[in-house]
C-alpha cells in the first residue's frame, strides 16, 4: 500500500479537481460571514486571510486538502475548509481528515500558533464531529441561531426610551469589552479561547464590502453590551453579547433600534448568540425570532515551538583530588608513649 504525502497547499492545486464532486466542509471562522466557496483562494490573493493549506495525496484516493485561517495576533488558527474525494467511503475521508488535522495542529504549533479553533453546526454530521474528536479537538461550549424572515410580525409592544447609548465601537473600548466577557463567559470558555483586551479591537475594513461593523451599549457610564453587525449576500448576521443589568436596553435595541444601524427589514435577520448569554433569547423570542440551529465550538490546544539560545559548553579540565594512603597510628601506653 503505498504511503500518503502530505504536502503544503500550492497554487496549482486550486486548479486539480475543479468541477469534479467531491466531499467539502465549509467552517465559518466567526458564526457571522456567509460561507464562500472558495475560501483556499484566499491564501494567494493580496487581500486574503493569512493562513496556511495541505494537500494529502494518494495513489488510490486522490487528493485531500484542509485550510485554516490565523486571526490577526496570529496565535489562534480557525479552520475553515476540509475536501476530500467523493469516491470514498466515511471511514477512509474520516482518516484522510484526521490526518490533515493532526498535521495542520503541528504546522500550527510550529508557526507560533496556541490553539486551532472550529465551528460545527447541527446539519454537519456525527462523523465529522467524530473526526474532530479523534483529532484531539473538545467542545468548550455552543452558539445559539436565532432568526427573523422578512415581514415577520414583531411582538415586542412599544417601549419607553431607555437611557443607554448605542455607538459605534472605539479601540479604547478594549478593556471595557474584555471585561464584559469575563464577567459573563464561564472559566472553562475563558480558559478554552484564551482571549485579552487585544483580541476585542474593531473589526478591521476590507478591500471590498463594508465588513463588520461593531458597537458597544454603555448604561451608566459603563459597557454592557457588544453588537457585532455583518451583511451576507442573503441575510444579516448579527452577533449579541449582553449584560442582564441591560435587559430593557437590549429590548430597545432589538424592537426598534436595528433600522437605525441601516438593517433593512426585507432580508432575513440571523442573531448569533453565546451560550453562556442566552438570557436574551426570551427577547428575541418576542420579537417574533425563532430558534434555527445550534453551532458546536471546539478547540485544541498546540504545543508552541519557542527559540531560545543555548550557552556554549567548552570542556574544562578540572583539578581531581587522588586519595592517599595513610599508616594508622601506633596505640598509646598509659604513660602516654607508644609500645
Not at 23 to 43: A, C, K, N
Request: aromatic content about 8%.
Amino acid at each position: 500500500m503505498t504511503q500518503p504525502t502530505i504536502r503544503p497547499l500550492q497554487p496549482g492545486d486550486l486548479l486539480i479537481g475543479r468541477g469534479q464532486h467531491k466531499r467539502e466542509l465549509f467552517l465559518s471562522p466567526d458564526g457571522l460571514s456567509m460561507q464562500t466557496r472558495s475560501p483556499t483562494w484566499t491564501t494567494f490573493l493580496p487581500w486574503g486571510a493569512p493562513g496556511h493549506g495541505l494537500v494529502h495525496e494518494t495513489a488510490a484516493h486522490g487528493a485531500a486538502q484542509v485550510y485554516a485561517c490565523s486571526r490577526p495576533r496570529r496565535d489562534k488558527w480557525d479552520v475553515v475548509y476540509l475536501a476530500g474525494p467523493a469516491d470514498v467511503g466515511d471511514d477512509v475521508a474520516a482518516d484522510i481528515w484526521q490526518s490533515l488535522l493532526e498535521r495542520l495542529c503541528q504546522e500550527a504549533g510550529r508557526r507560533g500558533a496556541l490553539r486551532v479553533f472550529a465551528r460545527l453546526a447541527e446539519r454537519d454530521s456525527a462523523a465529522v464531529m467524530d473526526t474532530f474528536r479523534r483529532a484531539g479537538f473538545v467542545v468548550y461550549g455552543h452558539d445559539l441561531l436565532w432568526q427573523r424572515e422578512p415581514g415577520a410580525p414583531d411582538s415586542l409592544l412599544p417601549l419607553e426610551p431607555v437611557p443607554a447609548t448605542l455607538r459605534p465601537q472605539r479601540g479604547a473600548d478594549s478593556w471595557g469589552l474584555h471585561s464584559l466577557y469575563r464577567t459573563l463567559a464561564p472559566p472553562l470558555v475563558q480558559q478554552s479561547e484564551g482571549f485579552t483586551s487585544r483580541d476585542w479591537k474593531p473589526p478591521g475594513r476590507r478591500w471590498f464590502g463594508n465588513g463588520p461593523r461593531a458597537y458597544v451599549l454603555t448604561l451608566a457610564g459603563g459597557i454592557k453590551g457588544y453588537l457585532c453587525v455583518n451583511k451576507g449576500p442573503g441575510e444579516t448576521r448579527l452577533r449579541l453579547l449582553a449584560h442582564p443589568d441591560a435587559r430593557e436596553a437590549v429590548r430597545v435595541l432589538v424592537a426598534a433600534g436595528l433600522a437605525e444601524l441601516g438593517i433593512e427589514p426585507a432580508r432575513p435577520l440571523t442573531f448569533l448568540v453565546p451560550e453562556y448569554g442566552s438570557w436574551v433569547t426570551g427577547i428575541l423570542e418576542q420579537a417574533g425570532f425563532r430558534h434555527v440551529g445550534t453551532q458546536s465550538l471546539l478547540v485544541k490546544h498546540t504545543v508552541a515551538w519557542v527559540r531560545a539560545s543555548e550557552p556554549r559548553r567548552r570542556p574544562v579540565m578540572k583539578e581531581v583530588l587522588e586519595p592517599v594512603p595513610t599508616v594508622p597510628a601506633a596505640p598509646a601506653t598509659a604513660n602516654g608513649e607508644p609500645t
